[in-house]
T-cell receptor, first 111, second 118 residues
Framework: EDQVTQSPEALRLQEGESSSLNCSYTVSGLRGLFWYRQDPGKGPEFLFTLYSAGEEKEKERLKATLTKKESFLHITAPKPEDSATYLCAVQLNTGFQKLVFGTGTRLLVSP | GAVVSQHPSRVICKSGTSVKIECRSLDFQATTMFWYRQFPKQSLMLMATSNEGSKATYEQGVEKDKFLINHASLTLSTLTVTSAHPEDSSFYIC??????????????FGAGSRLTVL
């Protein structure tokens, strides 16, 4: 069964305190791995897509990396506005745009 | 970038009534749209894939007679929750892919619709 697991479930950081979120996956065939940000009561907002092990992508204070079994979302010197739930999703090799989501990591950055 | 609009954002209805949620792709055409359901502090669960001009494909365990999906045009898909019950209360989110604006293989999500059934 295809599974996506995110850890930790919740993370509280002080402003400027860097950390990483983990997304581990067990899937039959990976086409791509996505990171989304979701604010309360809103739909997910696209951050990154990673396709192959060793790939890295950056956007402002965020950097996503991918290995054959997991992905990390590194947050460098976070700010309170980075507080949100970060969702990881995998797209399977079914030739379809179907995403399997993890349960997310709720990040709270305190000033 | 591509924008997907959902309406209504919030709806409260009585048990036994039906509720329709619209998902529109603004300034792009979406042959395929996806409907997700999200419970509090849980992740998004794919309910069905909506195909323009044909029947939706439902995920295992999702009642097709309960959750009616219609994809009448390249910019509009609707989800109707029929004979709603309190356990149908949830956050419903749609998504679509715009290969031109967002780039291929990127799904854009709507802002979601919060359904509360009394």
């Amino acid at each position: 069964e295809d599974q996506v697991t995110q850890s930790p479930e919740a993370l509280r950081l002080q402003e400027g305190e860097s950390s990483s979120l983990n997304c581990s996956y067990t899937v039959s065939g990976l086409r791509g791995l996505f990171w989304y940000r979701q604010d309360p009561g809103k739909g997910p907002e696209f951050l990154f897509t990673l396709y192959s092990a060793g790939e890295e992508k950056e956007k402002e204070r965020l950097k996503a990396t991918l290995t054959k079994k997991e992905s990390f979302l590194h947050i460098t010197a976070p700010k309170p506005e980075d507080s949100a739930t970060y969702l990881c999703a995998v797209q399977l090799n079914t030739g379809f745009q179907k995403l399997v989501f993890g349960t997310g990591t709720r990040l709270l950055v305190s000033p | 970038g591509a924008v997907v609009s959902q309406h209504p954002s919030r709806v409260i209805c009585k048990s036994g009534t039906s509720v329709k949620i619209e998902c529109r792709s603004l300034d792009f055409q979406a042959t395929t749209m996806f409907w997700y359901r999200q419970f509090p502090k849980q992740s998004l669960m794919l309910m069905a894939t909506s195909n323009e001009g044909s029947k939706a494909t439902y995920e295992q365990g999702v009642e097709k007679d309960k959750f009616l999906i219609n994809h009448a045009s390249l910019t509009l898909s609707t989800l109707t929750v029929t004979s709603a019950h309190p356990e149908d209360s949830s956050f419903y989110i749609c998504s679509a892919e715009d290969r031109v604006k967002s780039g291929a293989n990127v799904l854009t999500f709507g802002a979601g619709s919060r359904l509360t059934v009394l």
